[in-house]
C-alpha cells in the first residue's frame, strides 16, 4: 500500500513512539489523525506537527466506542499505539486491561464498521514473556509475565479476529524496547534509559533492579518508528505478527556501564536494588521476517543512540538535579 494521500488515524501518537511515526509519515505527505486522550503524551511531542499541518489532533479515549467510530470515520489506515504502560499493570491492572485489551477491541470494532482498509496494531515483545530461546522469531511461544504483556497479546487476538471474522487487513507489529528523545524519564512511565542518564547526571548512580544480568533488545526510536512505518505499508505482511527490532541484546548491567563510560564515570559501579515483579530476563529478537519484507534497517548502534539521546536531553534544557528530587526509584 502506497500511503502517500491516504489518511491515517494514529492512537497514542502524542506519545514516546507515536510521534515519531507520526514525523516518519509527514514524509510520506499522508493525512495524520492522531487520536490521543493526553493522559500520558503530550502536544509538545507533536507540537511541530501540528505547527507544520502535517497532523492534526482529536482528544478523544480509545475506551469509548462511540468516539472511535465517529473519529475513525473514512480513513485508510488505523494505526493502533495507544497504551497504558507495564508498571501500572502491576498496581492497576483493570485500568490496563481496559485500556489496552478494551480499547484494542472498541478500536477494531470501529474500524471495521467504517470499513478502513487496514488496522495495524502494535503490540509489544512484552506479549512473549521471557525468551526460551534466541534469537525470538514470531513463532516464539507467547507466555506474558505482566498483565501488561497479557493484555498485548490479546490485543493481537482481538485485531486478527477482525481479518478473520469481516476480512479487514490486520497487521501485528511487535516492537522491543525503545529508547530516545521524547522517552518518558518521570513517574510510572519513566523508562530504565533516562533514569539511568538522569541519575548519573546528577552525581547519582543508576540502579538496577535485579542482578543486572536481565537482556532488552534496545532500539534507538527513530529505528522503531521508521519499521512501524515500513511495515504499515507492506501488502505481504498482512495477516501476520512482525518483530521491529536492532535484532541484538544487551544486559541492563552493561547499560549501565556504558551511561556512566558515555557521562566520563567509566569503571564506576551501579547500585542495585530488589528485582521489579513480572521483569522479563531476556529479550533478543529475529528480525529475519522484517529484513525480508521491509526495506528498513535499524540504523542506530546502542553506544552512539546513548550519547545522540544524552545529547537531545541536555538540549531540552532539563535540571538533573531538579528532576532527581522528584525521582521515585521504584515506580511502580
Ligand atoms: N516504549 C517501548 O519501548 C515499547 C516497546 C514495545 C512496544 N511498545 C508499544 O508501542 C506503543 C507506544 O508505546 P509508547 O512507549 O510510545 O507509549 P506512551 O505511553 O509514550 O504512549 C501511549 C500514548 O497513548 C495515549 N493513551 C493512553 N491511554 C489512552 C486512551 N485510553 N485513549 C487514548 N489515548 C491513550 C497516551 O496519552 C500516550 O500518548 C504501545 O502500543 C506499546 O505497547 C512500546
Not at 180 to 186: I, T, W
Amino acid at each position: 500500500m502506497d500511503l502517500k494521500n491516504r489518511k491515517i488515524i494514529v492512537t497514542g501518537g502524542a506519545g514516546f513512539i507515536g510521534s515519531h511515526v507520526v514525523d516518519v509519515l509527514a514524509e510520506h505527505d499522508c493525512e495524520v489523525v492522531v487520536v490521543d486522550d493526553l493522559s500520558t503524551g503530550s502536544v509538545r511531542n507533536i507540537r511541530r506537527r501540528l505547527d507544520d499541518g502535517t497532523a492534526r489532533l482529536e482528544r478523544a479515549d480509545i475506551r469509548s466506542q462511540t468516539a472511535m467510530e465517529s473519529l475513525i470515520g473514512d480513513a485508510d489506515v488505523v494505526l493502533h499505539m495507544a497504551v497504558a504502560c507495564v508498571r501500572t499493570s502491576l498496581n492497576d491492572p483493570v485500568f490496563v486491561h481496559e485500556t489496552n485489551a478494551g480499547g484494542t477491541l472498541n478500536v477494531a470494532i470501529a474500524a471495521q464498521r467504517n470499513e478502513v482498509g487496514r488496522l495495524v496494531y502494535v503490540s509489544s515483545s512484552e506479549a512473549y514473556g521471557s525468551a526460551q530461546y534466541v534469537p525470538m522469531d514470531e513463532d516464539h511461544p507467547t507466555d506474558p509475565t505482566t498483565v501488561y504483556g497479557a493484555s498485548k497479546l490479546v490485543g493481537e487476538g482481538y485485531a486478527l479476529a477482525m481479518e478473520r471474522t469481516c476480512g479487514m487487513e490486520v497487521t501485528i507489529i511487535r516492537p522491543f524496547n525503545s529508547y530516545g528523545p521524547r522517552e518518558p524519564d518521570s513517574g510510572k512511565r519513566a523508562e530504565v534509559i533516562p533514569k539511568f542518564v538522569l541519575r548519573t547526571m546528577a552525581g547519582d548512580r543508576p540502579v538496577i533492579f535485579g542482578d543486572g544480568t536481565q537482556t532488552r533488545d534496545f532500539t534507538w526510536v527513530e529505528d522503531t518508528a521508521r519499521g512501524i512505518v515500513a511495515a504499515t505499508a507492506c501488502d505481504d505482511l498482512v495477516g501476520k505478527r512482525v518483530n521491529v527490532a536492532r535484532g541484538q541484546e544487551i544486559s541492563i548491567r552493561d547499560v549501565a556501564a556504558k551511561v556512566l563510560t558515555a557521562l566520563g564515570r567509566s569503571g564506576e559501579e551501579a547500585c542495585f536494588d530488589a528485582p521489579r515483579p513480572g521483569d522479563v530476563d531476556r529479550h533478543h529478537a529475529d528480525t529475519a521476517l522484517a529484513g525480508k519484507h521491509l526495506d528498513w534497517q535499524p540504523r542506530m548502534s546502542i553506544d552512539e543512540g546513548l550519547q545522540r539521546y544524552i545529547a537531545w536531553l541536555l538540549e531540552t534544557g532539563i535540571d538533573p538535579q531538579e528532576w532527581f528530587q522528584r525521582e521515585v526509584t521504584r515506580n511502580w
